[in-house]
Each structure stands twice: as C-alpha cells, then as structure tokens.
C-alpha cells in the first residue's frame, strides 16, 4: 500500500523557516503529481503547493506564495515543501498528498493518497 511518511514540522518564531519532508514509498513515485495541503482547527482542509511528476509545473495559493517552495527528488522519492518567512496563520496541519495523476493536484478531490500530517506552529 501507498505510504506517505511527513517529517520536520514543528513549533517556529514569525518569521522563521521550516522544511518539511515527505518520503513516499509503495508506489512509482515519478509516474504521480504531489502536493501539499493543511488544515487548522474548525477549518476545511486547503491547498498549499504542488508540483508534477518531473518537477517542471509548479502551483502555490496566494496566501503562501514567494514564501513557500515545493520540490521534489525522483531518485530518493522524497517532496519537500521549504517555508520562509513563517506567519501565525500558516499554523496548521500539513499533510503531504499524492496526485490521481501526473499533473499539480490543487483540490482534495484530486488527491490519491494522504499522508498522516505533521503539525507546524508558528508563533507570534
């Protein structure tokens, strides 16, 4: 089965940074678009970043753009989401996300497979 394991979540300062890790395995990692997603409490889950199957198409939402990059590395399949410039409304749960197909993923509908999440705080 598709697994999805989140790492380097955590509590940070305003305006600090964090990485965060997502190692895939049970799947061709390649073959699938991934993104990233969070969700903070009483709210819907939402869309972060993501990024293609080769890397060359990337999507961020306004709230997180010029702060967040997403990446990914096909050779150890792994996707990183690099956050800078961290803001108390970036608190939430960030959950890594396999794409239904080759292409970015922007809506949960589109999602294949979640991770677990990993909690990320960021203080004021």
């Known amino acids: 089965q598709v697994q999805l394991v989140e790492s380097g979540g955590g509590l940070m300062q305003a305006g600090g940074s964090l990485r965060l890790s997502c190692a895939a395995s049970?799947?061709?990692?390649?073959?699938?678009?991934m993104g990233w997603f969070r969700q903070a409490p009483g709210k819907e889950r939402e869309f972060v970043a993501s990024i293609s199957r080769f890397g060359g198409t990337t999507s961020y939402s306004d709230s997180v753009k010029g702060r967040f990059t997403i990446s990914r590395d096909n050779a150890k399949n792994m996707v990183y989401l690099q956050m800078n410039s961290l803001k108390p409304e970036d608190t939430a749960v960030y959950y890594c996300?396999?794409?239904?197909?080759?292409?970015?993923?922007?809506?949960?509908?589109?999602?294949?497979?979640w991770g677990q999440g990993t909690q990320v705080t960021v203080s004021s």
């Open positions: 049970g799947l061709t990692f390649s073959s699938y678009g």
């Open positions: 996300a396999v794409s239904r197909g080759r292409g970015i993923v922007t809506i949960t509908p589109d999602v294949w497979y």
